[in-house]
Nanobody, 128 residues
Framework: QAQLVESGGGLVQPGGSLRLSCTAS????????IAWLRQAPGKEREGVSC????????VYADSVKGRFTISRDNAKNTAYLQMNSLQPEDPAVYYC?????????????????????WGRGTQVSVWS
């Protein structure tokens, strides 16, 4: 049975860092574009970042540009989200999501609704 498990969340001070991981089992991420989405209490789920399955092209939401970095290691069947300079507006449950697609984000604007969320997410909290 295919699974996608997020981990790495926690509680940090403003300005702190966390590294989220998204590990797949029962499927190969090689053919999937991967996205990180987040949902804060009382708010709609929003796209944070995504990375293509082919050329490494990435997209970031304006709110996280320059602070977050998405990456993937297909050999480990894992994607990551390095989050630096965490701010009080960043707390949420963070989900990884996949899209079976071999296109490039150099030429295409992602639609976050094209990505499927599999797992339960991981909670990110920032002291306030």
């Amino acid at each position: 049975q295919a699974q996608l498990v997020e981990s790495g969340g926690g509680l940090v001070q403003p300005g702190g860092s966390l590294r989220l991981s998204c590990t797949a089992s029962g499927l190969s991420l090689d053919y999937y574009a991967i996205a990180w989405l987040r949902q804060a209490p009382g708010k709609e789920r929003e796209g944070v970042s995504c990375i293509s399955s082919t050329d490494g092209s990435t997209v970031y939401a304006d709110s996280v540009k320059g602070r977050f970095t998405i990456s993937r290691d297909n050999a480990k069947n894992t994607a990551y989200l390095q989050m630096n300079s965490l701010q009080p507006e960043d707390p949420a449950v963070y989900y990884c999501a996949t899209r079976f697609w071999d296109g490039s984000f150099y030429y295409t604007t992602p639609r976050w609704t094209d990505f499927a969320v599999w797992g339960r997410g991981t909670q990110v909290s920032v002291w306030s």
